[in-house]
């Protein structure tokens, strides 16, 4: 088997769906897969934190065991969350904020596919919040899209600025509020965070 | 605490370059040349070629070539004669070196006036007596380095033996095998050991682990191995950008930075940590952690 030559599925890479750029504009979306995790609480808690780790570690071990079986390659995409309240009046208290933090999957990872890679997780002792994750199809359609630079808590300006452009094009605001996170927060200065916002509208 | 200074790493560096040029008839192997000035051998060729601004085997090619140039002018010996002392086998090869070093053929060269030699970062040529000082560079100087204490680190690896630029297929194997077993849970670091440089060792024979860490439960088989990084206090700067740049970043960090801070490299190779996934990565965010081992500061009696 020749692997050099095998073009190595990436969803995100060349994908319009992640070309955004700081200047809100209409993208359309079709239906994706995603392995997802769903909580409440602070995005710098240990909740948060552990979804993440569980994410990566299901993600990368379907990947893996796929591969190994001959059945093809693919890249592990960006991590992203959708945040349900975070469009309307999401409240001060970060503790009680609702998330799905997720990573995009191709069509064919199927839920033997992740029950598998959970087993073999718990089994190594790394099955931490592994069996909270689940296999999730969302469609958001048309949707209102901008590359935000800076640090999280200074979104509110660029999500104003969608806002503005969605009532310009007589559309509103019509689904969970959604993140996709550009860089690693852990080794990126704030200032200099990309992360791409996306707001599912309908007319009206 | 007893330091060591830039000016103590200038003298030890003059040791070697004088070494080198009274040496030039010898071989003068890397192990040689850092034992000179007590160098560690597996951080040598970086620090020379940061300190000095060419890779070790260039400078000596590039001195032999100088040595021939005088003789050619201040000599009658023939051509092939000089040739040979500066190692090389026929006349062919050293005209092919001579004319790239100095525009023109040997024969031409000696007819001709006032040549001079092409500019050198160090500012160090062939002369008699050898030279006692040499420009130092200092872009590394101002790095991002942080120093920091490890605990040794169980990690199961695989050995790539050849190109640098094809460790890739290790890694493919590594985390293939590894992931599938669940090794990949729980955020394992993943670390590249390089225990040759690629400047200086031919492409065929360099050694390279790709590494990831596991705990004490993890057992080798077949191809993939155990093995302990050690503990310790290591200098760690990161590098943003393609894994090719890596050399110069090495260099700068292991020549420039170092000399100024004070410490001295421990005998254990520097490992390199890649912190994001090259696999969906673009090259110019790929970041890697670059460790290099510090040797224990020694107390004052």
């Known amino acids: ?204 | 605490m007893k330091t060591v200074t830039l000016g103590d790493y200038k003298r030890r560096m003059l040791q070697v370059l004088v070494h080198i040029q009274q040496h030039l008839d010898e071989p003068l192997p890397l192990e040689e040349l850092a034992g000179v000035a007590c160098f560690s051998p597996y951080h040598f060729h970086r620090v020379f070629k940061g300190m000095v601004g060419e890779p070790v085997k260039e400078y000596v090619r590039r001195l032999r070539l100088e040595r021939a140039a005088q003789r050619l002018k201040l000599s009658p010996a023939s051509v092939i004669d000089i040739a040979l002392d500066a190692g090389y086998e026929s006349h062919e090869a050293f005209t092919r070196s001579f004319k790239s070093a100095f525009g023109m053929a040997p024969s031409q060269f000696r007819m001709a006036r006032g040549v001079r030699f092409a500019r050198v970062p160090s500012g160090v040529h062939y002369c008699e007596p050898p030279s006692k000082r040499f420009r130092t560079l200092s872009r590394g100087g101002r790095m991002r380095v942080e120093i920091k204490t490890l605990k040794p680190m169980r990690v199961a690896f695989m050995r790539h033996t050849g190109p640098y630029d094809e460790v890739g297929k290790a890694w493919d194997l590594l985390l293939t095998v590894m992931g599938k077993e669940g090794y990949l849970g729980g955020n394992p670091m993943m670390l590249g050991i390089c225990h040759d440089d690629p400047e200086v060792t031919p492409p065929a024979m360099i050694r390279y682990d790709a590494c990831l860490t596991v705990d004490d439960g993890f057992v080798p088989s077949g191809e993939i191995g155990v093995q302990t990084v050690a503990g310790g206090e290591y200098a760690v700067t990161t590098h943003t950008g393609p894994y090719n740049q890596l050399g110069k970043i090495y260099a700068e960090f292991l020549g420039q930075w170092l000399p100024r801070s004070g410490r001295e490299l421990g005998n254990s190779p520097c490992f390199e940590v890649y912190v994001n996934d090259p696999g969906s990565t673009p090259a110019e965010e790929l970041m890697t952690d670059i460790y290099a081992p510090l040797r224990e500061q020694e107390a004052v009696r």
């Open chain 1, 1 to 204: 088997m020749n692997t050099e030559a095998e073009e190595k599925l990436d969803l995100f890479k060349g994908n319009p769906e992640y070309a955004a750029k700081p200047k809100p504009a209409l993208v359309k979306t079709g239906p994706a897969v995603y392995l997802a995790v769903d909580g409440v609480g602070s995005p710098d808690g240990a909740a948060f934190g552990e979804a993440i780790g569980a994410l990566y570690g299901t993600a990368f071990t379907i990947k893996m065991t796929r591969k190994f079986a001959g059945l093809g390659d693919y890249a592990v995409s960006k991590l992203e969350a959708l945040w349900p309240e975070m469009n309307g009046n999401p409240g001060a208290d970060k503790t009680q904020w609702k998330w799905t933090v997720m990573i995009r999957t191709p069509e064919f990872v199927t839920a033997g596919d992740l029950t598998k890679a959970a087993n073999v997780l718990s089994k190594r002792g790394k099955g931490a919040g592994v069996n909270k994750v689940r296999l999730m199809r969302i469609n958001e359609g048309l949707c209102v899209q901008a590359l935000h630079v800076g640090p999280y808590d200074q979104e509110c300006r660029t999500v104003a600025a969608m806002k503005d452009f969605a009532g310009q094009h007589r559309l509103r605001f019509a689904g969970a509020h959604h993140e996709i996170y550009l860089s690693d927060p852990r080794r990126v200065e704030p200032a200099k965070l990309k992360t791409i916002l996306r707001e599912p509208v309908r007319k009206g």
